[in-house]
């Protein structure tokens, strides 16, 4: 046979009609995916994130999304999902975002008539929502004389999640914040007379809200996404926060997939492929790859075993669809290019790959 036109063939050669297509909503629903772990459906219509039922195709709306592409992963044993507006979590019940704006600085006031140590104090704050603490705020110095005290005056929070603020400072003439409070977020100000029982370091200092973006993924341990032609990733175990001085890897071409794997991540560029190899965010080595041009978003995560040219002992290899058909990335870095015999000439602004009874199912525009 050398072109089959809706014929499927079964693994002992028998040749049968493929089932045909039926139109199942006539809702603009897009972006569609199912939890593995939940087998939820999530999708977005509009401009909102909805959860889909699969059998009657009701929508139920979730949170504003914006218009531009969703994207889905499992994150601690909830459904986390980047878009336009932001990152998001679902946990089965609720909605909300997953970052934490910085909070802007406090005021400090002298005070006098309280018993404070003479000397240089520098006070920050963070807030508390979702068991989660945002970055630490930009910092505010007093300089106090003797017989005094600070009244430290907390910005207003409009984030109906937060439920705390937690206030840091330092020893006189020291320059290492500690937690000295943590209060109701409807406090206005506290006053600090004398020097508190001062706790655990800031961790937070300097850290930024996590960015959103395309291509969300989860790899050792800290979201990655991609904007334009830079890749970005999370701080390790806090999914909401980065650090924009350092937590990013440039590229010379708009980044068209990523796709974590054992060994690495593969990245797809305009013309080629890159694999990122390494463990460590800081020293991971860049190997350009000879392959034919991958189309944009048409990445996804293959099981070895499916591909029965591949002895990669069951690991999880990265597919995606280029000009000369599919194209595995296994986890140690190698490129088998599995139709580029038989296919030439493939061309799309943008695709969508699934797996689908043993097949890898592709769709194009």
Not at 32 to 51: G, I, M, R, T
Not at 87 to 106: C, E, H, M, S, V
Not at 156 to 183: K, N, W
Request: contains cysteine.
């Amino acid at each position: 046979v050398r072109d089959a036109v809706n014929i499927s063939f079964s693994d002992t050669g028998r040749a049968e009609l493929a089932k045909t297509m039926q139109l199942q909503s006539s809702k603009a629903i897009r972006d569609l995916w199912q939890s593995p772990l939940h087998k939820e459906c999530f999708a977005a219509l509009d401009n909102q994130w909805v959860k889909v039922n699969p059998d009657t195709w009701d929508t139920e709306p979730l949170i504003e999304c914006g218009a531009g592409p969703l994207f889905h992963i499992v994150l601690n044993n909830v459904v986390c999902m980047a878009c336009d507006n932001g990152l998001f979590t679902y946990d089965g019940q609720n909605a909300k975002r997953l970052t934490i704006d910085t909070p802007a600085r406090p005021q400090a006031n002298v005070k006098s008539g309280y018993s404070l140590d003479q000397g240089d104090y520098s006070f920050a704050i963070s807030w508390l929502a979702n068991g989660l603490e945002s970055a630490l705020s930009e910092i505010e110095k007093i300089q106090l004389q003797k017989e005094s005290g600070v009244q430290l005056q907390l910005p207003m929070c409009l984030d109906s999640s937060v439920t705390h603020v937690r206030i840091y400072m330092t020893d006189p003439g020291g320059g290492e914040l500690r937690q000295a409070f943590e209060l109701p977020i409807d406090t206005m100000s506290v006053d600090i007379p004398a020097l508190p029982e001062l706790g655990r370091a800031a961790t937070f200092q300097y850290l930024s809200p996590m960015k959103s973006g395309d291509f969300l993924r989860l790899w050792r341990g800290r979201l990655w996404v991609a904007r334009s032609n830079v890749l970005y990733f999370s701080e390790a175990m806090a999914y909401h926060l980065t650090d924009e001085r350092y937590n990013f890897i440039q590229f010379p071409q708009r980044i068209r997939f990523i796709e974590p794997v054992d060994g690495g991540i593969w990245v797809g560029q305009a013309d080629h492929v890159v694999f990122l190899r390494g463990q460590d965010m800081r020293n991971m080595v860049i190997e350009h790859k000879a392959s034919r041009a991958p189309v944009y978003a048409s990445s996804n995560l293959l099981h070895s075993d499916m591909v029965k040219s591949l002895s990669q002992g069951g690991n999880w290899c990265a597919v995606w669809l280029a000009e000369n058909g599919f194209v595995v990335g296994t986890a140690e870095g190698q490129l088998v290019e599995l139709q580029s015999n038989a296919i030439q000439g493939i061309t799309a602004q943008s695709s969508q790959l699934v797996g689908f009874a043993d097949r890898l199912v592709a769709v194009v525009n």
